[in-house]
């Protein structure tokens, strides 16, 4: 039987996750899951793989506030999820994205400035912004949040237990950003899943995730290391990418919790999903 086993957000992208028991499904994934965003000068988004040292703030939510707390300083800040923004419009980067985005508050920027050591700034998708995922992989109405591509993100606990396996020092879950875990089934029997349900809400495989510099990150410390990509890049290595995990779209909405089962209906037989 395959089983969720673990369920996570990150509300500002590139700042550590929130485990949690259960996730509400929206339109462009989890609820509350990297719709805050934080950017350079030039409203370009900033991530861990320039900046580890955003890993040293965590996120918790609890009566509807998102609190940022530094991991060695201590101190912390807080934003409203109901009042989310200014509602002052700017339009931001992400790869090749360019989406409508509010200011949060200045308050913010100096916030996250000071703790990072960097200018920035952050901001907010609000609902009417409907970032359109590759249409080259996903059903033309699938959106994403702040996300690198895609709504969602299954790793089996099998395949990090397999790569552990093959480690000297064993590595988290956490290196790899998931938002769906689940146990049971065979190591990387995530990459053939084509079409499977949780609950009500169906998912669809539809990219191998490439992984890149943020898996060396110690989500802990923001020190860097050489693995786990020395290591996948010996067994997990196709068209010049390293693969770990697959990226989902889903239709329909409702909620899944840690327990539920994963039924899959249909496996991807594409060569680009066989590593």
Sequence with gaps: MLQISELYIYPIKSLSGIAIKSAKITDRGFENDRRWLLVDSENRFLTQREHPQMALLQQAIENNVLKVIHKVNKQSFSISINNPSTGSKVSVTIWDDICEAEFVSDEADRWFSAMLGLNCRLVYMPDDTQRIVDQRYAPENSVTSFSDAYPFLIIGQA????????????????????NI?????????EDL?????????????????????????????????????????????????????????????GKIVIGDAVVVLQENIEERFLV
């Excluded at 395949?159 to 998931?178: H, I």
């Design 159 to 178: 395949s990090l237990d397999d790569l552990n396996n093959r480690l000297a020092e064993t590595l988290p879950m956490n290196r790899f950003r998931p």
């Design 181 to 189: 875990v689940f146990t049971g089934g065979e190591p990387y029997d």
């Design 193 to 253: 899943y084509g079409h499977f349900t949780i609950g009500d809400i169906n998912f669809y495989g539809v990219k191998l995730c490439a992984r890149c510099v943020l898996t060396t990150i110690d989500q802990e410390t923001a020190k860097k290391g050489k693995e786990p990509l020395k290591e996948l890049a010996s067994y997990r290595f196709k068209n010049n990418k390293i693969l770990f995990g697959q990226n989902l779209v889903h239709k329909g909405d």
